[in-house]
């Protein structure tokens, strides 16, 4: 005999609340006592309950999808990002509908993004890191598309965003390698295409400014967040002889790449070489020792720019609103303590 599917009623009933209620916390109202709700939530899990998407829609006029457009997708931060994204989209019984932007200054990928989710009926989109802000925000208003950027950094954009405060991290990066002795540090940048590689940039140089320390141009390395290129810096500071006491690499992949030119000349981390990565990738705690890093918020991004969104397309916020999150300093073995 076919097992009937649950509805609402038995959920209702196994929770001992009204049908109204189960509608409420299904929909996300906030007009909910969270003892009823963590009820409701715990008789749907009991349960198995699994709501038809198809109803949903049809009842609330949307399609319960959500775009988010990422410049690719071998990055570890953004992969945690959209890893949270999905999550958050999930508890909301939504679901996410990736694309890449090419990356490489080219509007009209940027642009395809934006044709596609048009067309796949997304209730909004989130962008992730986005190199081509102007033609994207158009392109964005023009069709009417709820959105929300996701780690940008150029004050002059007229859009709702959630950044994470790169000069801050860079800055506190910094001084901290100065705190442990360094008299003369090197920074690897990012890709130039990102905000968030100059944001670093002039973090690092201010933390040097403030610290009576005189900038070497030598000591200022153009990278593209790559292992080679944290690699390839070492090589050649030493082959010019000026390798630096410490290092603040763009990010994490640099990082590693640091390490290994250091441990392959017999350079000693952190009693030579002092390194600060930035992102917290996952492997920066496997390492050995440990590699100290600048982590970024991914899950409170996530969170915050699912929820801001899905505000904008109730209409409950302006869609200027911008939210700015703090990166946290994670020390490990990599670094000196406080001279």
Known sequence: MRK???????????????????????NNHPGVREYNRKKVLAAIEELDY?????????????????????????????????????????????????????????????????????????????????????????????????????????????????????????????MCLIRGGAKSIGHITGSELFESSHERLRGYLKALDDSGIKQDERLVVKGNFSFTSGYDAVKNWVMQGCLPDAVFAGDDNTAFG???????????????????????HPFTSLFHPGISTVKQPAEKM?????????????GKVKRLTKISLKPTLILRGTTKPPA
């Open 4 to 26: 009937m599917p649950v509805n609402i009623y038995d959920i209702a009933k196994k929770a001992g609340v009204s049908v109204v209620t189960v509608s409420k916390v299904l």
């Open 50 to 174: 699994k709501p038809n998407a198809a109803a949903r829609t049809l009842a609330r006029g949307k399609t319960g999808m959500i775009g988010i457009i990422v410049p690719c997708i071998d990055d570890a931060f953004m992969v945690q990002v959209m890893q949270s994204v999905e999550k958050e989209l999930a508890s909301r019984y939504m679901f996410m509908v990736v694309a890449t932007s090419s990356g490489d200054k080219d509007p009209l990928k940027e642009s395809s993004c934006i044709r596609l989710f048009r067309e796949g009926r997304v209730d909004g989109v989130l962008i992730m890191s986005p190199v081509n802000d102007q033609s994207c925000i158009m392109e964005l208003k023009k069709r009417n598309i709820p959105f929300v950027l996701l780690d940008q950094h150029q004050t002059n954009l007229q859009a709702p965003s959630v950044t994470v405060n790169n000069f801050y991290g860079s800055y506190q990066a910094t």
């Open 258 to 280: 640091v390490i290994d030119a250091a441990r392959e000349l017999g350079i000693a981390i952190p009693e030579r070489l002092a390194v600060i990565g930035y992102d917290d």
């Open 302 to 314: 996530a969170k915050c720019g699912v929820e801001l969104l899905l505000k904008i397309i109730e």
